[in-house]
């Protein structure tokens, strides 16, 4: 559903996800009335102005019966707006089996979950690239050992 936005506020405390990663919940007005809520990593989300045109998918409905939703951003042509492409290849190096490369990139969200993300620079828009480049360095060991190559 694309609406706009009335009114963004923050609702009670942030909170810590298991994965380390601090969620504020944010009730949200559109134009129409409707109110919903959704979850943010900032108390104050991009979409935080009035009048902002949003993407909005239901994820569930609270206790009280209003929508959570995800939300996202609209591209010119009414369609939500795809992440933001990395300058990084979307393949990884050499002749790979997709297996592999699914074990890499595994690991890889299981390495950068653990980590304290805002310590080591880690935001939304930084996120994919950095996903990207230690799932590559992950698929190189792995394949190195595989192939006895000196590391």
Request: proline fraction near 7%; charged fraction near 30%.
């Amino acid at each position: 559903m694309i609406s706009k936005i009335r009114e963004v506020k923050s609702i009670g405390d942030p909170y810590t996800t298991p994965q380390g990663r601090t969620l504020y919940t944010i009730g949200i007005t559109l134009e129409d009335g409707t109110k919903g809520i959704a979850n943010a990593v900032s108390n104050e989300p991009w979409y935080a102005a009035p009048g902002t045109e949003v993407e909005l998918t239901e994820t569930g409905r609270t206790k009280n019966d209003r929508p959570k939703w995800k939300v996202a951003r609209v591209q010119d042509d009414g369609g939500s707006a795809p992440q933001k492409p990395s300058s990084a290849p979307r393949k990884a190096p050499g002749d790979s089996k997709g297996i592999e490369v699914g074990q890499a990139l595994n690991k890889a969200v299981d390495i950068l979950i653990a980590t304290d993300l805002k310590e080591h620079g880690l935001n939304p828009e930084t996120f994919p690239d950095k996903l990207y480049d230690l799932a590559v360095d992950i698929y190189r060991v792995g394949k190195g050992l595989r192939d006895n190559e000196e590391l």
